[in-house]
């Protein structure tokens, strides 16, 4: 990482799905501050939204890092500017109008809240609150806000709770929500090794859940470089945690199930964790988890050992732990999208008839250079679904720019934020040194 941050823009993109009479259409939908960009076909912009498909959230550095839609259908958008000192919250309605009824204007800065490993996250809780992680100063924390973008007072008396461990800069990366209202939230701790991979439980008031780990905490350290990258949580209420191990210059994704007391599940692999290899190395980055409680993950596997070449990974697990034979008949998939030699996945999602959408880049340089996003769609067996976007991928993203996260709406929308800029390390990757520490420089919004 060079410290170095250039001008960028806050951007949204949002790729609509249209079905009838057995017809899919698509439509992109790009919010930025860039000339306008057309798609022939089915990556036509949507002039339903925002009037020609575009708008311009901010005009100063940004980038965006995480993405919900709430039970009305808005969109709120999370992301960090450009000095990544503060974190930005954008609410759109469906025509792409900002939401004026959240903090006056739609827009919301958040000081002093910064970027966890891999950015602040989001997501709505039960009754409509927005619950999001990251750092507050230098210490991972979690904030709950009203749905009007107010900090929430029942939430730890001042909407923030923070919890100290490891050295000073480390954050949350993701977070979610059990059926009790708990707020589970990964993260990663230094160690002289490299990393531990770290969970923490908090109770719906913002105080530690002393019924799980050790006061609220659970440490796993395998003796090299450990990262939790995210989390989901299984119909059975089972913590799902994904990331990556080992010590350089192997690393393999990892995953790990727990039990609601806070016990790794023994019926997960016969420990509760599975190292899974993928060429030489590989990682996680993000997790989902399927009706049936098959874990999906992906990330980026590593063909050469000097890190120049990456393909995009997703490998689906069965309740126990095992490669599901079912998927690509070997559990794993790998895919080599474009010229560009370095293909990474950092977001997923499985749609309503069990489809894998996952999101990306495709770039020259591990993440940064010249590149594009990415979106591919995965049929429940693994194959690449030809009937999204021709051929099941979508690249016709604007130059340079990278797909964070995403989620997939209840009419199959695909919603996902990004930006436009470069990435410390590889998305997924885990580095002994630094696990998975992104620099980002131009900021975009995509969904």
């Known amino acids: 990482m060079d410290g170095s941050v250039a001008v960028g823009y806050g951007w949204l993109m949002i790729l609509r799905l249209f079905r009838g009479l057995g017809v899919v259409l698509l439509a992109l939908t790009i919010v930025a501050a860039f000339p306008t960009v057309s798609f022939a076909g089915d990556g036509d912009l949507d002039a339903s939204f925002s009037g020609d498909g575009w708008d311009e959230p901010f005009t100063t550095y940004s980038s965006g890092s995480g993405v919900a839609i709430d039970a009305d259908g808005r969109i709120l958008f999370l992301g960090t500017d450009g000095t990544q000192l503060s974190t930005l919250m954008v609410r759109y309605l469906a025509d792409g109008s900002h939401d004026k009824s959240f903090d006056d204007d739609g827009l919301l800065e958040i000081p002093n809240w910064l970027q966890g490993v891999h950015g602040p996250d989001l997501v709505f809780d039960g009754v409509g609150r927005i619950v999001m992680s990251g750092r507050h100063a230098t210490v991972p924390a979690v904030s709950r806000l009203l749905a009007d973008g107010s900090p929430d007072p029942s939430f730890s008396d001042d909407g923030i709770a923070t919890t100290s461990f490891g050295a000073n800069g480390n954050g949350y990366s993701a977070l979610s929500i059990d059926g009790d209202g708990r707020i589970v939230v990964v993260g990663s701790s ?25 006061d609220g905490v659970l440490v796993l350290d395998s003796g090299g470089s450990d990262s939790a990258n995210d989390v989901a ?45 993928v060429a030489n190395v590989a990682g996680a980055r993000a997790v989902a988890v399927d ?29 126990d732990g095992s490669l599901d034979t079912s998927f690509s008949d070997d559990g794993i998939v790998t895919t080599d999208v474009t010229a560009w030699p370095d293909d990474s996945l950092t977001a997923v999602s499985i749609d309503l008839v069990g489809n894998v959408v996952v999101g990306g880049n495709s770039s020259d340089n591990h993440g940064g250079g010249a590149g594009s996003g990415l979106l591919i769609r995965y049929l429940p067996d693994g194959s690449i679904d030809p009937s999204f976007s021709d051929d099941g991928i979508v690249t016709d993203t604007p130059s340079d720019f990278r797909i964070r996260d995403l989620v997939v709406d209840g009419m199959g929308d695909i919603v996902a934020v990004g930006s436009n800029g470069f990435f410390g390390s590889p998305a997924g990757f885990v580095s002994e040194a630094s696990p998975v520490d992104p620099q980002l420089n131009h900021g975009m919004v995509v969904a």
């Open 190 to 214: 230094s160690n002289p090794e490299g990393s531990d991979a770290v969970v923490v439980r908090y109770l719906p008031d913002g105080s530690l859940d002393a019924s799980f780990g050790s």
């Open 233 to 277: 949580i299984d119909s059975k209420g089972r913590i799902v945690v994904a990331g990556g191990t080992g010590v350089w210059p192997a690393f393999s994704v990892q995953v790990m199930r727990i039990l609601p007391d806070g016990l790794l599940d023994p019926s997960f692999g016969g420990i509760g964790v599975v190292t899974t290899p």
């Open 291 to 319: 009706d049936e409680d098959r874990i999906v993950v992906a990330g980026v596997a590593g063909v050469d050992t000097n890190r120049t070449d990456h393909q995009a990974l997703v490998i689906r697990y069965l309740d």
